[in-house]
């Protein structure tokens, strides 16, 4: 019976604790690497980009495409954060009428300045060819052109704009609105997100522009509306004037990856669009879904330890058990005379 106890009582091996300090070591690594990640990540994109001596230049896959085909486009040069991609038609000489605004593409500028791939569906464009890729700013203030036969698509000769139409520049630029601890714990987790949109609308014309109307959405890539933001009309605005407006809205939950910010600013029967891209990591919510899909690694490999080790205890144990039973039907005198034994001595302590 001592070798059947001390069989049963047989330490059980350190690898869980091994495999428990491992663990923990691990998520420790890997909180402080991503944190330290998500602070280098911030420093990097609110660090100027050296525009250097570089001019915004567009390169194409191909000089001819089929409508509604998808092509490659090589953005660089550019310092602004965000870009416009869209096919235009007349080359574009009378701004974004001639454009097709609907299908255009807003991409997010690279912050170390490196080229930028857009992948880009050449949607026919409102007037005739010659046609042309347009990148260009938020502001106008950089813009590239390539050129590009639209097999198919109308040809007729370029017409110049004799009005200058709506002559506004339009910004926005949309900025997270951390209010307080409670909120910046919820945003980190992937809850609702605060926002402040700045729409910034300028009358670059020698005249007063009547009725102008801006609306702003929030979307994701995908062509999503994830909000529609309330934003006052500014009416008139006046020649050389500016009309700045910070409107606040919240995304619903889940808030993550890029969300573009869209600005329509409407008067004289012409429309600007304006876009920015903002981009939210729910740090802490993806250190907790690593963190909790760890923790269930370990006690999995805790418990299949713990029942390989009973297992092989018990098989120990049965072989110790078969071993003595065999040992006591070769010899049984020691087993045998131990159970007589006690009977026998026990009668003649009674007498």
């Not at 000089?63 to 998808?70: R, T």
């Not at 879904?289 to 760890?294: D, E, I, K, S």
């Not at 009973?310 to 020691?334: C, F, M, V, Y």
Request: aromatic share 2%; glycine share 6%; net charge negative.
């Amino acid at each position: 019976m001592n070798v059947l106890q001390a069989a049963a009582r047989r330490p059980t091996p350190p690898i869980t604790k091994v495999v428990i300090k491992f663990v923990t070591a691990m998520v420790m690594a890997f909180v402080v690497v991503a944190t330290i990640g998500f602070a280098d990540g911030e420093s990097a994109s609110a660090a100027p980009v050296d525009p250097g001596n570089s001019e915004p230049t567009v390169v194409l896959s191909t000089s001819e495409a089929e409508p509604d085909e998808l092509i490659d486009v090589t953005i660089s040069g550019f310092t602004s954060r965000t870009v416009t991609v869209t096919v235009c038609g007349n080359q574009a000489l009378r701004g974004s009428g001639d454009c097709n605004m609907a299908a255009s593409e807003s991409t997010r500028i690279n912050d170390d300045g490196s080229p930028r791939f857009v992948k880009l569906i050449v949607s026919p464009p409102p007037m005739p060819c010659p046609c042309l890729i347009r990148v260009s700013s938020p502001t106008n203030d950089q813009a590239a052109t390539a050129p590009i036969t639209l097999t198919g698509h109308p040809i007729a000769e370029p017409v110049s704009l004799a009005d200058p139409g709506l002559p506004l520049v339009v910004t926005v630029r949309a900025d997270e609105n951390p209010n307080g601890a409670a909120h910046s714990v919820r945003s980190s987790l992937g809850g609702p997100t605060a926002y402040d949109v700045t729409i910034t609308v300028r009358n670059a014309g020698a005249q007063a522009v009547d009725g102008v109307s801006v609306s702003a959405t929030a979307e994701r890539s995908a062509g999503r509306v994830l909000a529609v933001i309330d934003v006052p009309s500014p009416g008139t605005i006046a020649a050389g004037a500016t009309w700045e407006q910070t409107v606040s809205a919240e995304l619903p939950p889940p808030v993550w990856g890029d969300v573009q910010w869209v600005v329509d600013v409407s008067g004289s029967e012409t429309t600007i669009v304006a876009t920015d891209e903002t981009h939210h990591l729910p740090l802490m919510l993806i250190v907790s879904v690593v963190t909790l899909m760890l923790v269930a690694l370990a006690l999995s490999v805790r418990l299949v330890i713990r029942i390989r080790t009973r297992r092989r205890e018990s098989s120990d144990a049965d072989q110790i058990l078969l071993k003595t039973r065999r040992d006591g039907a070769n010899d049984p005198g020691p087993i045998e005379l131990l159970g007589e034994a006690r009977p026998a001595m026990r009668q003649h302590e009674l007498v």
